[in-house]
């Protein structure tokens, strides 16, 4: 491999002579070789966004001239493009500021910048790219970018059609009645339509928590530079680089009011992610529903069927299990994890900054994903293909105990508990208990226990 030397303030390093980075990045490439997890691309290309604005900002402003300006520009799009990925190696486990990512991608633009221009030297990664600016300050403002933009094009598209498929569903079933279902006992009738309202409604409610959560990541740090006072930056520098990001984006991002706040609190993207927490926590009920009514097929409940995607077991021959299900549990669980590791960051900043940054981020954008990408799974693998098995929600029904509870304005509470206790201990149907009893006369059976009229159709 061929190396060429860079240096800094610390001094010279080798650096692989094809890599745009420079020496701060080999260096802290070096420093910290601790796991797998590289710093999200997404958090890449909102900072590309960011040193764009800036650069257009820093031109308006008079401080960076028009020909830097553009080859910065030009730089920042390649990267938004994806054509230099391999360029941006940094883990998640670095400084806790993001300083070392920061100045991976400060280095990459200036390198293609000055190649673009033709010019060695031509454009300094901490003079140019980083103008006005501070790590402390341009790493959580890519942070909001990072997580508004994925919450708005992966998260929400998704969330919308898996709510047009329950909705569908709902509709499909609005009249094919079973039997409800409290603390995993028999209870009165509703239809499955009824219940697939409720996991439809759960959808939307979150879908209106998270939008509502996510309008503080509008917020940006930046202009607060090192401790949140603007130094060395304009003080309009904040609003313009806003500005800019929302001709980009198309989002509505406004420079945050305090900058102190925006460096060292991160309550923001707590509230947000508690949000995507109780979508987990919704998405695993639907998802322990779903293989709980599809459980069988011949000894579990089986009021649904749903897709059948590969082969169960590696020795059960024609086992089919709900695998859709369990990968989305899997996720919700993980989705909690994030946020415990989120809250305790978030609680962790001292004095002027919080050095827990990269950490944050990451566990959000992976919970952001995962959802996405789980729930689209769970949606077009699983829940497009639910049907129901009308004959078995039928026998269940008819078979249950808790049709007596419509006796109660009748006879009473206790007359209708005898009727119930009787058929269970005789092992007879309800009708034949409860003229047994004496209580009831057949004609008054058929008319009180009329499981449409207990489903408030």
Request: charged share 20%.
């Amino acid at each position: 491999m061929k190396f060429r030397i860079e240096h800094d303030t610390l001094g010279e390093m080798k650096v692989p002579a094809e890599k745009y980075w420079g020496a701060q990045t080999q260096r802290s490439k070096e420093n910290f070789p601790i796991g797998v997890e590289g710093m999200p691309l997404e958090v890449i290309y909102a900072f590309a966004h960011l040193k764009k604005a800036a650069a257009m900002a820093n031109e308006e402003l008079g401080k960076l001239p028009e020909e830097k300006c553009q080859v910065i520009i030009k730089a920042c799009q390649e990267i938004l493009q994806g054509k230099w990925d391999e360029h941006f190696p940094l883990v998640v486990w670095q400084t806790g500021s993001g300083t070392q990512s920061n100045m991976n991608v400060n280095e990459v633009v200036a390198r293609r910048a000055n190649e673009i221009a033709g010019k060695e030297g031509f454009i300094h990664p901490n003079d140019d790219v980083n103008m006005s600016q501070s790590s402390n300050d341009t790493f959580p403002t890519a942070m909001h970018i990072a997580a508004y933009t994925e919450i708005e094009k992966r998260l929400m598209p998704v969330l919308k059609q898996f709510k047009k498929t329950l909705k569908q569903k709902e509709k499909s079933y609005r009249k094919v009645i079973k039997i409800g279902r409290t603390h995993l006992q028999d209870a009165t009738p509703l239809t499955l339509g009824q219940e697939i309202s409720g996991w439809r409604t759960m959808v939307k409610r979150s879908m209106r928590m998270i939008e509502e959560a996510q309008q503080y990541l509008l917020n940006l740090a930046i202009g607060g530079t090192a401790v949140g006072t603007g130094i060395n930056a304009d003080p309009s520098f904040g609003r313009r680089v806003a500005e800019q990001l929302q001709k980009q984006t198309g989002f509505p991002f406004r420079s945050s009011s305090n900058k102190f706040h925006a460096l060292t609190s991160h309550d923001e993207i707590v509230h947000v992610h508690g949000a995507l927490k109780a979508l987990a926590a919704d998405m695993m009920k639907i998802a322990n529903d779903v293989r709980w009514l599809a459980s069988g097929p011949r000894s579990g409940i089986g009021e649904i069927s749903i897709p059948a995607n590969e082969p169960g077991s590696s020795i059960m021959p024609g086992k089919v299990n709900p695998t859709q299900s369990e990968a989305m549990t899997m996720i919700a669980a993980q989705v909690f994890g994030n946020d415990a590791t989120i809250g305790f960051a978030a609680s962790q900043g001292n004095f002027e900054l919080n050095v827990f940054k990269p950490v944050i981020i990451y566990n959000l954008l992976q919970s952001i994903r995962l959802l996405a990408d789980g729930i689209r799974s769970f949606d077009e693998r699983c829940a497009q293909g639910i049907t129901a098995n009308e004959e078995v929600i039928h026998q269940l029904m008819e078979r249950s105990l808790m049709l007596v509870t419509a006796l109660n304005p009748h006879i009473g509470y206790e007359k209708a508990a005898s009727i119930a206790k009787l058929a269970h201990e005789k092992g007879i149907t309800l009708k034949e208990a409860a003229i047994a009893t004496g209580y009831v006369t057949a004609e008054q059976y058929d008319q009180w226990i009329n499981p449409e009229k207990m489903v408030n159709l």
